[in-house]
């Protein structure tokens, strides 16, 4: 029964209260379209990792021209290692512009640096044109560096410092001065010493700031 003065609306043709329900959904169904679902993950095969494989792959070539001999083998073997060396920089540099930073490539790039220091100077102690000792101090302090920043990695990422970039340079010109043949004799040992008081250096300032680390998140 109506209420006095109300119109009675005339009855609208059959399955118009269908079509209004339907034309009132249309904006739910446009807004839920629109939601960002989350980020795809990079591919394992980019530009970044390739290069890190890349230099993994270059160790050997070589160690082997280095053992070679002769001036024309070591200039190639250093021409490899400036090579090398370069895809060092560049992988890393890439993966973080281009968001392309994966798993592997955390896994592999260290090892990678440490397979092409490690090989030049394994190779140049074993043809006794360095002293074991200066191999050994820089091995164990890369391999000790490498094996606490994945001790603390849950805790947090000790970034590269300035020290760490000098270290890194600093070892590749001493490495590069004794695979360059010529009249570098007296510059060998010099440059070799600054870089491993650059690599003890730094290898300390590594285990105080991964010491502040896990303090700071244990006191949390």
């Not at 798993?103 to 397979?115: Q, Y």
Request: overall charge positive.
């Amino acid at each position: 029964m109506t209420s006095p003065g109300a119109a009675a609306q005339p009855p609208g043709p059959p399955g118009a209260a269908q079509r209004s329900s339907g034309a009132a959904q249309v904006p739910a169904a446009s807004d839920a379209g629109t939601t960002p679902g989350p980020a795809a993950a990079p591919a394992l095969l980019n530009v970044a990792n390739v290069l890190t494989m890349a230099r993994i792959v270059m160790v050997p070539a070589f160690v082997a021209c280095l053992a070679a001999g002769g001036t024309a083998w070591r200039i190639t073997a250093l021409v490899l290692f400036w090579i090398a060396s370069a895809t060092d920089f560049l992988d890393g540099r890439l993966a973080r512009q281009r968001g392309l930073v994966t798993d592997f490539g955390k896994l592999a790039d260290p090892i990678a640096d440490k397979a092409l220091t490690g090989a030049a100077l394994i190779t140049l102690s074993a043809m006794h044109e360095l002293s074991w000792w200066v191999t050994a101090v820089i091995l164990v302090r890369e391999i000790g560096v490498t094996l606490l920043r994945f001790a603390v990695i849950r805790r947090g990422v000790i970034a590269a410092s300035r020290g760490g970039k000098l270290k890194t340079l600093m070892q590749m010109l001493a490495i590069s001065l004794y695979i360059l043949p010529g009249p570098f004799g007296a510059a060998r040992p010099i440059v070799m010493g600054a870089a491993v008081a650059v690599t003890l250096v730094t290898g300390a300032d590594y285990v105080l700031r991964a010491t502040r680390l896990r303090r700071g998140t244990a006191a949390s």
